[in-house]
């Protein structure tokens, strides 16, 4: 199988902080990861491409000093959201592949709620 | 570039009915196309995919053929069940140096018993 995980699956935070959700690829080495946002009753946009060893990709719109990817190693990335606020609250959704030109596999996603 | 356009919701549908839930796509090449549930409070599982033109995708009942004439890939499922109740997604991906995947809208289904 192709099995992608995510932690936490919710997280509430204070306003202000900072909050990292991670993205592994359980049983496949992923060279390819996607981040995605999901508001309430609204369809999935994605947010930012990693590559393995390199810098995120991040479409038009979203702040990349706000949420900072990390793509480390084969099977991990990271999304952190920085000062987070209550307009950051969304469900987050991860995807992985094993190579540039393979399909995708999601995650379960990861509620995040600011307070 | 790509998008996928799917039926408006919300659907509701009684025990038992035919459902079908139309979706049209726009992509240059020949992209994947795939059909996702979300059921509430959960992430995306995969229902069923079809990767080439004339492909019929199958799972649970559920189907869909990848109509490259039409461009589309219609969901359809002959008797649903209450437990088919969630969000239906209509999605295409295609190698643009990475698989980005790109969703429509999705349908909410409501089916009562």
């Known amino acids: 199988g192709a099995v992608v995980s995510q932690h936490p699956s919710w997280v509430i935070c204070k306003s202000g902080t900072s909050v990292k959700i991670e993205c592994r690829s359980l049983?496949?080495?992923?060279?390819?990861m996607f981040w995605y946002r999901q508001f309430p009753k609204q369809s999935l946009m994605l947010m930012a491409t990693?590559?393995?060893?390199?810098?995120?990709?991040?479409e038009q719109g979203v702040e990349k000093d706000k949420f900072l990817i990390n793509h480390a190693s084969l099977t991990l990335s990271t999304l952190t959201v920085t000062s987070a606020h209550p307009e950051d609250s969304s469900f987050y959704i991860c995807?992985?592949?094993?190579?540039?030109?393979?399909?995708?596999?999601f995650g379960q996603g990861t509620r995040l709620t600011v307070v | 570039g790509d998008s996928v356009t799917q039926m408006e919701g919300p659907v509701t549908l009684s025990e038992e009915a035919f459902l079908t839930i139309n979706c049209t796509y726009t992509?240059?090449?020949?992209?994947?196309l795939f059909w996702y549930v979300q059921y509430p409070g959960e992430g995306l599982q995969l229902l069923l995919k079809a990767t080439k033109a004339d492909d019929k995708g199958s799972n649970k009942g559920f189907e869909a053929t990848y109509r490259k004439e039409t461009t589309s890939f219609h969901l359809e499922k002959g008797s649903v069940q209450v437990s088919d109740s969630a969000v239906y997604f209509c999605a295409l991906s295609r190698n643009t140096g990475g698989f980005k995947t790109i969703f429509g809208a999705g349908t909410r289904l409501f089916v009562k018993a």
């Open positions: 992509a240059t090449g020949y992209p994947s």
């Open positions: 990693s590559n393995e060893g390199s810098k995120a990709t991040y």
């Open positions: 995807s992985a592949s094993r190579t540039v030109d393979t399909e995708a596999f």
């Open positions: 049983d496949f080495q992923a060279t390819t």
